[in-house]
């Protein structure tokens, strides 16, 4: 029985060491065991390979939340104090294969008065961002059909110190409280001093509200004006 008991603390704590919002709610003290013991039972089961308890895995997250200290945000907030915020309406968003990165680059290189325009290139992808007006540029000029492509979307674009770059959790911070409020990010890009989150235009003012109080918050707790 004691082997059982260790194998579902295992399980629990990969569990929450995987979910942001597990943790969290289990480091800041104000998770409702039970109903997180029921929450994670079904993924608990498959792991295990037998039917847990509720109350044994209530157990495992009382004893990891004794050994959590709270998360220290600090850094992430001295950072959004120091953080503006833009929208851009109308954008669309291009996903080619790789193989195509040559021709996007050639169509970005001729692209002008772009009002917005992003480009990121990965292993197996190019992401193209651009104002849905001079979408047709890449439709017409790369030589083959987008793996992902939707216009009209909006990007939120969080211009924020050069530190961002050194401050862990900035990310999953800001990531965690549009998930917290149901807003699913399409497409997400971090650089230099830029943070850009694109969204649906049903949840974009909801996204710029959570983002706007969370940089307001912040500057509160700095002293710096509103």
Same mark, same amino acid.
């Given at each position: 029985m004691e082997e059982r008991r260790e194998s579902i603390t295992g399980v629990v704590e990969r569990i929450v060491e995987n979910?942001?919002?597990?943790k969290e709610?289990?480091?800041?003290?104000?998770?409702?065991?039970?109903?997180?013991?029921?929450?994670i039972k079904p993924v608990v089961d498959e792991e295990l390979g037998f039917d847990a308890s509720v109350e044994s895995i209530k157990v495992a997250l009382v004893?990891?939340?004794?050994?959590?200290?709270?998360?220290? +945000? @600090?850094? %992430?907030?001295?950072?959004?104090?120091?953080?503006?915020?833009?929208?851009? &309406?109308? =954008? *669309? $968003? #291009?996903?080619?294969?790789?193989?195509?990165?040559?021709?996007?680059?050639?169509? +970005? @290189?001729? %692209?002008q008065g772009a009002r917005f325009l992003s480009v990121v290139?990965?292993? &197996?992808? =190019? *992401? $193209? #961002?651009?104002?849905?007006?001079?979408?047709?540029?890449?439709?017409?000029?790369?030589? @083959?059909?987008p793996l992902f492509y939707q216009g009209g979307l909006t990007a939120i674009v969080l211009v924020s110190p050069v530190e961002n770059v050194y401050t862990p959790g900035l990310i999953a911070y800001i990531t965690s409280l549009l998930a917290q409020t149901g807003i699913n990010i399409i497409q997400i890009t971090s650089s230099y001093s830029e943070t850009v989150i694109v969204v649906s235009p049903e949840d974009t003012m909801k996204a710029f509200?959570?983002?706007n109080d969370a940089i307001s918050r912040a500057r509160k707790k700095s002293g710096r004006r509103v």
């Open positions: 979910s942001p919002l597990l709610c289990l480091a800041s003290g104000v998770a409702n065991y039970s109903s997180m013991a029921r929450m004893r990891l939340s004794r050994k959590m200290s709270p998360l220290d +945000v @600090s850094s %992430v907030e001295k950072i959004l104090g120091e953080t503006s915020i833009e929208v851009k &309406t109308r =954008v *669309t $968003v #291009m996903t080619y294969d790789s193989s195509s990165t040559r021709d996007v680059l050639r169509v +970005v @290189s001729g %692209v290139t990965g292993i &197996t992808n =190019v *992401t $193209v #961002m651009v104002g849905d007006e001079q979408a047709r540029l890449f439709t017409e000029g790369v030589g @083959s059909k509200n959570v983002l």
